[in-house]
């Protein structure tokens, strides 16, 4: 099956600066999507990317399919942005796949 | 998108009991899923809940320990049956939505965490 990386698995960031968090994937996705977890649980659904750029406020992705992978950047960093993001892909109507989530700190 | 609402919130359970997880959507879908998140890991899909048949589970998962029920489109519940200090997790019902080429655009429920004593 699709296998999916993301990277860097931990990052620590002080308020205020920028992140990018990557996500590699073995194969061709239809369905690519970045989801942040806060620390209570809860799961945000971002982004919903397979292709392209997107912008919402300080977040914004993009998808290369070509070259098979994602990124998700994050400008001046809040301490509410910390938490898990988790990119997710899968290829037609297969079940999306989880990446192991890169865990991200900001400090006041 | 879909608003779902998922209870228990949280809760402690002991060994050896069941615990049932509600998941309510606001509209209806066809498909619904049930994840598990063990601390401090990724997402693991334990099955599709059908309308109208049985789950579909994945590999790993079975009906004895993870029943599941599809009365209607909008509800599905969970059970986690005679439960070990390896079932506590979050537990996470989705629903999705129609992307590109058919693909589901999942929506989460807020979790259930579970702690097994």
């Known amino acids: 099956g699709i296998q999916v990386e993301q990277s860097p698995p931990d990052l620590i960031l002080q308020e205020g600066a920028n992140s990018t968090l990557r996500c590699n994937f073995s194969?061709?996705?239809?369905?690519l999507q970045w989801f942040h977890q806060n620390p209570w649980g809860q799961l945000i659904n971002l982004f919903y990317i397979p292709s392209g750029t997107k912008q919402n406020g300080r977040l914004s992705a993009t998808t290369v399919a070509t070259e098979r992978y994602s990124l998700l950047y994050i400008s001046s960093s809040q301490t509410t942005d910390s938490g898990v993001y988790f990119c997710?892909?899968?290829?037609?109507?297969?079940?999306?796949?989880f990446g192991k989530g890169t865990k991200l700190t900001v400090n006041p | 998108s879909a608003v779902i609402s998922q209870k228990p919130s949280r809760d402690i359970c002991q060994r050896g009991t069941s615990l049932t997880i509600q998941c309510q959507v606001d509209?209806?879908?066809?498909?619904m899923f049930w994840y598990r998140q063990q601390p401090g890991q990724s997402l693991t899909l334990i099955a599709t809940?059908?309308?109208?048949?049985?789950?579909?589970?994945e590999s790993g998962f079975v009906i004895d320990k993870f029943p599941i029920s599809r009365p209607n489109l909008t509800f599905s519940t969970l059970t986690v049956s005679n439960m070990s200090p390896e079932d506590s997790s979050i537990y996470l019902c989705?629903?999705?939505?129609?992307?590109?080429?058919?693909?589901?655009?999942?929506?989460f429920g807020a979790g259930s965490r579970l702690t097994v004593l």
């Open positions: 997710a892909v899968a290829s037609g109507s297969e079940k999306l796949v």
């Open positions: 509209s209806q879908v066809t498909m």
């Open positions: 809940a059908n309308q109208g048949s049985e789950a579909t589970y």
């Open positions: 194969d061709s996705v239809n369905n």
């Open positions: 989705s629903v999705g939505g129609v992307g590109f080429r058919g693909a589901n655009v999942l929506t």
